[in-house]
């Protein structure tokens, strides 16, 4: 496949190429050099809350599709581990369960809950064992709060991703934050994962699209500010006070009536803060032209539930889905193969594209 360029003056800029949205064969390249590269949302730390606690579960179901395991070990320490035994690829752990060890039920491999092989029946005479690559592979782990990532293969260190965000909300206290799963959702979309995110990347088509949303946003104050390298903000400022953050004087945004913080994190992450609390928003690759995308919601405020640009979210993902569906349909037209940005209001879609032909090109 040919590269993808994008010009890094939006001005001049076409978008990406449409291929991207159309072509199996671009669709396989992001497997390995987008998700793999990049980090991933496992969930929070709850989900391994005593020593000794284990949680299996697969890296983006269907298409990186990599068995996995959290561990939290008797220091108390998190682990993630390839969930895959060493000896002949048996999954070593089905469900979440609490245990001293790990042991595969194949042939009864033992492993410590850090992946450090411990023991394995009739292999005395086997030379050079064992060795470094008999102990389960451990990836890396970023805890920013309670919330958990992964990456396959880090290229990039997780402050490139996630610094500028948790700087301008670190005023919040996120450990009040309580995950509420009857308040989560998910959805298939039959549009690209790319299409998704960035229509989520800028508030041009609320006006248009978002008619609820529009009532409560300030859409002329709407603002999009790009965080170099790999993630980016968009500020929703509120036409009053009503319905928003009581900001600290130590915010940036002290003095402004800030009803959203919707960020960002390459490739395909959403944290949107409200002042209820936060919807993390996972977009997961399904085929080319498919997707789904889970909500995860963390209640901060409960009596600021159903408020202000906070409300109404099941509404809005309906106007969204709808939208990029028919834009996924438009862009297999033989006509069509790049738009052009607005300078004032694509910044952060032309940002994307810069960043997806960046990882493309390597």
Not at 18 to 46: H, L, M, P
Not at 150 to 176: A, C, G, K, Q
Not at 181 to 209: D, M, Q
Not at 229 to 246: H, N, R
């Amino acid at each position: 496949m040919p590269g993808f360029f994008v010009d890094p003056d939006i001005v001049k800029a076409k978008t990406i190429d449409s291929d991207f949205y159309t072509s199996d064969e671009v669709f396989e390249q992001c497997r390995e050099k987008i998700f793999a590269s990049s980090w991933q949302f496992i969930g929070n730390d709850a989900l391994v809350k005593d020593n000794g606690e284990v949680y299996p579960f697969t890296l983006l179901h269907g298409y990186l599709d990599e068995p996995l395991l959290l561990t939290k070990d008797k220091t108390g320490e998190l682990n993630v581990l390839s969930n895959v035994c060493t000896h002949r690829g048996n999954i070593v752990v089905e469900k979440a369960c609490k245990q001293a060890n790990l042991r595969c039920r194949y042939h009864g491999r033992l492993f410590n809950l850090d992946g450090r092989f411990v023991s394995m029946p009739e292999f005395k005479e086997v030379e050079n064992f064992p060795a470094k690559d008999d102990n389960l592979p451990a990836l890396s782990l970023f805890k920013w709060s309670k919330w958990l990532f992964t990456s396959l293969n880090p290229i990039y260190p997780h402050d490139l991703f996630f610094r500028d965000m948790m700087e301008r909300v670190s005023w919040m206290p996120l450990d009040e934050f309580k995950f509420q799963p009857e308040l989560s959702r998910t959805f298939h979309i039959k549009a690209n994962w790319a299409l998704y995110c960035e229509n989520y990347l800028e508030g041009f088509h609320i006006p248009f699209v978002h008619a609820g949303l529009n009532a409560v946003i300030d859409f002329g104050e709407y603002a999009t500010e790009l965080f170099f390298p790999y993630s980016s903000l968009q500020l929703g400022l509120a036409k009053t006070d009503k319905d928003c953050f009581d900001l600290p004087v130590s915010s940036p945004d002290h003095g402004k009536n800030v009803a959203a913080y919707y960020f960002w994190v390459f490739p395909n992450m959403m944290f949107n803060f409200y002042p209820w609390g936060l919807s993390v928003n996972v977009v997961e690759p399904v085929s080319v032209g498919e997707c789904g995308v889970k909500f995860f919601s963390y209640v901060w405020d409960e009596s600021k539930l159903d408020k202000g640009a906070g409300a109404g979210l099941d509404k809005v993902e309906q106007e969204d889905e709808e939208i990029v569906e028919n834009v996924q349909r438009g862009v297999r037209s033989r006509f069509y193969r790049h738009g052009r940005y607005s300078v004032t209001r694509e910044q952060g879609t032309h940002h994307f594209h810069r960043i997806l032909s960046e990882f493309m090109n390597k």
